[in-house]
Nanobody, 127 residues
Framework: QVQLVESGGGLVQAGGSLRLSCAASGRTFSTYAMAWFRQAPGKEREFQTA????????YYADSVKGRFTISRDNAKNTVYLQMNSLKPEDTAVYYCAAGEDYGAFVRGDYDKGADYWGQGTQVTVSS
């Protein structure tokens, strides 16, 4: 069982930045693709970005492309989401996920891609 714990959320003004972290348990972190999702009140969970186990390939949803950056430090068992130029519509609970199939995240097959989920961290962007 892989355990994921998100941190770094909070309240920020529009145009500001936050960096989220997701710390993972286990000895095989580098074998997992990682992804970030978000869910706003009354909306479905939305895919944001994914990264391969090696960190060499990434993929972004159009809504965050050019503003958000996913990265990972396998020595620390941690994946990051750097969020810049934040907008009020970015307000949501942000979740990290781990899975063995990076391609599934890219194809939009999230049930296949995400084997484990974190508890989420709240991001609120004020205008």
């Amino acid at each position: 069982q892989v355990q994921l714990v998100e941190s770094g959320g909070g309240l920020v003004q529009a145009g500001g930045s936050l960096r989220l972290s997701c710390a993972a348990s286990g000895r095989t972190f580098s074998t997992y693709a990682m992804a970030w999702f978000r869910q706003a009140p009354g909306k479905e969970r939305e895919f944001q970005t994914a990264i391969t186990g090696s960190g060499l390939r990434t993929y972004y949803a159009d809504s965050v492309k050019g503003r958000f950056t996913i990265s990972r430090d396998n020595a620390k068992n941690t994946v990051y989401l750097q969020m810049n130029s934040l907008k009020p519509e970015d307000t949501a609970v942000y979740y990290c996920a781990a899975g063995e199939d990076y391609g599934a995240f890219v194809r939009g097959d999230y049930d296949k891609g995400a084997d484990y989920w974190g508890q989420g961290t709240q991001v609120t962007v004020s205008s």
